[in-house]
Each structure stands twice: as structure tokens, then as C-alpha cells.
């Protein structure tokens, strides 16, 4: 069983940054962001998989940056430009060797911007 742990998140002043991460305890596929505010549905963020190829969710586009080094199963989630919509918890979820189903999810980790 993969474990999924994502850290960087906190409380950032609009117009901020802050780089989250997801390390996995193995070897994963495709992996993911997916954020849920209060009262809403968790929501696709990015994707990458292990050629670097990314997909944006076209409100993060130009703003969130998505990379990863397959050598630490690790993936890196560049945020800039925060904005009070983008507080959220941010979920990591991965799948695995030959698979796109996101069988793995992370804890989620909690970001705050403040206006």
C-alpha cells in the first residue's frame, strides 16, 4: 500500500505563494491536486504524469505550476498569486504502475489566504 503525504500548506496573504508537496511511499503513475473549499465539492487542480506532461484546471492556469521527481516519487505544486478562492484543503491523489484510477489519496493539506 502507497502512502500519500502532502505538506506546504498554511496561511498566506493574498498575492502570496506557497509550494506544496506529495511524497509518495512508492512507485506511483499519474498523480494529482484536487482541492475542496467549505461547502463544496473537492475539484480537479493539475496533473502530471511520470513523462512531466501536465493538465491545469483553467482557473489555475498561468497561476499554479505543477513538476515532479520521479526519482523520490515526489510531486511539487508551485502556487502563486494566491487568492482568498484558492483556500482550500489540497488532496494528492496518485495511481498506480499502469493504471490512471487514482487508487492512493493523501491526508490533504490546508491552505488559507487571507484577504
Known amino acids: 500500500q502507497v502512502q500519500l503525504v502532502e505538506s506546504g500548506g498554511g496561511l498566506v496573504q493574498a498575492g502570496g505563494s506557497l509550494r506544496l508537496t506529495c511524497a509518495a511511499s512508492?512507485?506511483?503513475?499519474?498523480m494529482a491536486w484536487y482541492r475542496q473549499a467549505p461547502g463544496k465539492q473537492r475539484t480537479f487542480v493539475a496533473r502530471?504524469?511520470?513523462?512531466?506532461?501536465?493538465n491545469y484546471a483553467d482557473s489555475v492556469k498561468g497561476q499554479f505550476t505543477l513538476s515532479r521527481d520521479n526519482a523520490k516519487n515526489t510531486m511539487y505544486l508551485q502556487m502563486n498569486s494566491l487568492k482568498p478562492e484558492d483556500t482550500a484543503v489540497y488532496y494528492c491523489?496518485?495511481?498506480?504502475?499502469?493504471?490512471?484510477?487514482?487508487?492512493?489519496w493523501g491526508q490533504g493539506t490546508q491552505v488559507t489566504v487571507s484577504s
Open positions: 512508492g512507485r506511483i503513475n499519474v
Open positions: 491523489p496518485a495511481s498506480r504502475p499502469g493504471s490512471a484510477f487514482y487508487e492512493y
Open positions: 502530471i504524469t511520470t513523462s512531466g506532461s501536465t
